[in-house]
């Protein structure tokens, strides 16, 4: 191969290299160089991250329901399959309102309902009829995430319904700009850094539909065997 | 809006540190506008990255600066110097990362604190005090501290805990006939391999490794019955797990590391009543991955043996292992490892060797390794009696000399399967043939196991006849016309059919 042509190697576009530092090469290394440094990178961007940064790099758009929710026996639901990013929206309305609470509904799980203003419920299709009818008949304002299409009961309820459907959001550019905060939340300094096209997140999209979580774990695979100074990732 | 930019420099380039060194440097603070701090702090710990949940060791900090008014354009350094981590050492795994950290933090009030994170690498260096040189026992790395609960959250976690099984046992009551079904099924399946192999008694040398190092098995039962087998391997398993999530939405992923099955014995049959004991030595992969167990991500080693038996039950034991880097169990007197037996390191390439299986004595009380019977030089020496079958004993030691794992044994056999052969055989045992022979004719007869007069060669030689008619036992000499059949590598003794006359 010629000075100057690229090569595919592991998802990446990447100038020939004279010899490229593989990902397995560290495993059996007797002194490791730092994690991820031939990315530029301080770890896998796409693996899991404490829930602080998870609100922080959250890219939604929470701030039409402020008004909203402002006042009494407003509900707005986002309604998703997992992955589509329900969680990532209430989370990020609780940073927004200090007074609101959020509770996860595990399943099988017996969960109480805690007070909050507004109340936000992950996973709100696990309450039992008798903690729906509760909170849908009290006039708090409701965040719901659900798999489940609710409007029926809020609306029988007496509530004012706004249904957000997750993954209509969804697009190739929200995609990149959610994986380029990723890439940027562990960048190591000020150096070029692995980047995703548009045309690679719409292939995303197209394989893995809006589940963000599959598409981090595809992508968490990709970026632990990208060579040294990979910068247009393709998949 | 104010910048403060924190710099962490650590006084060695390459940043690599040995357990229990120095780790030295400076932090440098730097602000565009006149910033006040209520104290500059550097913290050290280490933490997971990768695919699971963090988990996180103890934090140590250190004031670097107490309450101080940061001038616009000022650069602030303030050395540091810490005693480092000895364990765990630094990790690249596929879901699974370890790494050491310096984190700086400027406290500012009513504002969000900069702050900056930096790696150094952590190899073997001193050795953990949790390390005491006994290798029987897993080692528990976990901070005292981590599991020293106060008296009362013990009291209340066992009570909860106790709540949870009586309710569970309350929920699961309708499972209360199952069990003894579930029970009597693995209670059956353990007295058919009793059944067939007798007590199976394995014995391993320790359960805290090194890599690369030799770890005996020592394999030892006496079979009921004639019994085929597949082979006994060994097989060596790490892999990384990883969880990530919590609750429902908890997600575990294994990445396996290491997966190699070896042949301590190749396919054969084992001799109902006849003792088979071996220390088979084996060689513990070459690794980086050491042990590691924390709540949401571990590195598990384990290894399984296994006597693999044809449409039947397997005997199968498993292992857990606690693979340690060799700097920590090194022998205090020498310096040197302690590898309790000899450390072989394998070439590049090979990360597992198997020398050739080591024989017990059969008559020896106490355990000790005698040369393989099945290398050339013991073969030799099998024939130093009256030379009564030559041409069968010469056979025998052209066998013995060939190489054990190669095809070499089985073509010198299939040379020799046509010649009829004269042998004079002290007869051990008789017993009726087990299993399907290749020719029917032998199926129903007899099998006569002894040694070759004058030898300590065993020999098997399968008859035609039937009981009634065959009226060979324990102590008389038979002499017998014979043609080869194969070599059974388990007894090192060749397998013959009786072509005698009627």
């Not at chain 1, 042509?5 to 059996?28: A, E, H, Y």
């Not at chain 2, 790696?119 to 026992?137: C, F, H, N, Q, W």
């Not at chain 2, 513990?284 to 384990?302: G, H, L, Q, V």
């Not at chain 2, 044994?409 to 052969?421: C, F, G, N, Q, S």
Request: glycine content about 6%; proline content about 6%.
């Amino acid at each position: 191969m010629r000075p100057g042509m690229t090569q595919k190697v592991n998802g990446c576009q990447s100038p020939v290299q004279d010899s490229p530092l593989w990902r397995s090469d560290f495993i059996n290394c007797p002194s490791p160089s730092l994690p991820f440094a031939h990315l530029n990178l301080r770890r896998n961007p796409f693996g899991e991250l404490p829930l602080s940064d998870w609100a922080a790099l959250a890219d939604v758009d929470v701030q039409e329901c402020d008004g909203f929710l402002s006042k009494p026996w407003a509900t707005v639901q986002f309604v998703g399959e997992k992955g589509n990013g329900k969680t990532t929206h209430l989370l990020a309305i609780r940073d927004r309102i200090p007074e609101s609470v959020y509770v996860h509904f595990p399943e099988g799980e017996k969960t109480e309902i805690p007070v909050g203003n507004p109340l936000l419920i992950d996973e709100a299709q696990r309450m039992t009829r008798w903690q729906q009818w509760k909170v849908f008949r009290s006039g708090i304002p409701l965040v719901l995430g659900t798999h489940r299409d609710f409007t029926g009961e809020l609306k029988r309820a007496g509530r004012r319904v706004k249904t957000v459907v997750v993954y209509e959001r969804m697009s190739a550019s929200r995609l990149v700009r959610i994986i380029q905060a990723r890439i940027e939340w562990v960048r190591r300094d000020a150096g070029p850094v692995p980047e995703l096209s548009h045309e690679t997140a719409d292939r995303l999209l197209t394989r893995f539909g809006p589940d963000v979580r599959r598409i981090f774990y595809e992508l968490y695979g990709i970026f632990q065997n990208l060579p040294e100074g990979c910068i247009d990732v393709e998949v | 809006m104010s910048k403060c930019d924190i710099t962490i420099e650590f006084d060695r380039s390459d940043r690599i540190y040995q357990g229990g060194e120095t780790v030295t440097g400076q932090v440098h603070v730097a602000v565009n506008r006149d910033l006040t701090s209520n104290g500059i702090k550097l913290t050290r710990f280490w933490k997971t990255h990768g695919y699971g949940n963090t988990d996180r060791g103890e934090q140590m900090e250190e004031m670097l600066d107490t309450d101080s008014q940061l001038t616009a354009g000022e650069t602030r350094t303030y050395p540091f110097s810490f005693v480092a981590d000895l364990q765990p050492l630094t990790y690249r795994g596929h879901h699974i990362n370890i790494d050491h950290y310096v984190r700086v933090d400027v406290d500012v009030p009513w504002a969000i604190d900069p702050k900056l994170e930096e790696e150094y690498v952590l190899i073997a260096g001193e050795i953990p005090a949790e390390i005491t040189g006994s290798r029987d026992k897993i080692i528990d790395f976990t901070p005292e501290n981590s599991t020293e609960v106060s008296l009362v959250a013990k009291v209340l976690g066992y009570t909860a805990l106790g709540l949870l099984l009586a309710m569970l046992c309350v929920v699961t009551i309708w499972l209360l006939p199952v069990v003894p079904i579930v029970y009597g099924i693995i209670w059956f399946r353990k007295k058919l391999v009793v059944n067939r192999l007798g007590e199976v008694r394995l014995s391993t040398p320790h359960l805290v490794v090194v890599g690369g190092q030799s770890w005996p098995l020592d394999l030892q039962f006496t079979p009921r019955k004639n019994t085929q087998i597949n082979g006994i391997h060994v097989k060596f398993h790490c892999e990384e797990s990883a969880t990530s999530g919590s609750g429902t939405n908890k997600k575990t992923r294994n990445h396996t590391l290491h997966d190699v099955r070896h042949t301590l014995e190749p396919e054969g049959s084992l001799t109902g009543g006849e003792e088979y004991r071996r220390s088979l030595p084996v060689m513990f992969p070459e690794t980086e991955a050491y042990s590691f167990d924390r709540s949401s991500n571990k590195i598990k080693w384990t290894v399984e043996v296994r006597v693999d038996i044809p449409m039947f039950p397997d005997w199968t034991s498993s292992q857990s292992l606690q693979v340690l880097p060799s700097e920590f169990l090194q022998d205090s007197a020498t310096g040197n490892p302690d590898d309790r037996g000899d450390r072989i390191v394998p070439d590049a390439g090979s990360p597992v060797h198997f020398p050739e299986p080591q024989v017990f004595e059969a008559a020896a009380v106490e355990e000790t390794m005698v040369e393989d019977t099945a290398s050339a030089e013991s073969a030799a020496a099998a024939w130093s009696g009256p030379d009564t079958s030559p041409e069968v004993l010469d056979l025998v030691e052209r066998i013995a000399a060939a190489d054990r794992f190669g095809s070499e044994r089985t073509e010198i056999v299939e040379r020799w399967t046509d010649d009829e052969l004269d042998v004079l055989i002290d007869v051990e045992r008789v017993s009726s043939t087990f299993g399907a022979t290749e020719d029917a004719a032998w199926q129903h007869g007899q099998t006569i196991l002894g040694k070759i007069a004058g030898t300590d060669q065993s020999i098997e030689v399968m008859t035609r006849t039937s009981q009634q008619e065959c009226r060979l036992s324990r102590g008389s000499q038979w002499r017998t016309r014979i043609t080869v059949s194969k070599w059974d590598s388990l007894y090192d003794r060749l397998v013959t059919l009786d072509v005698s006359p009627d």
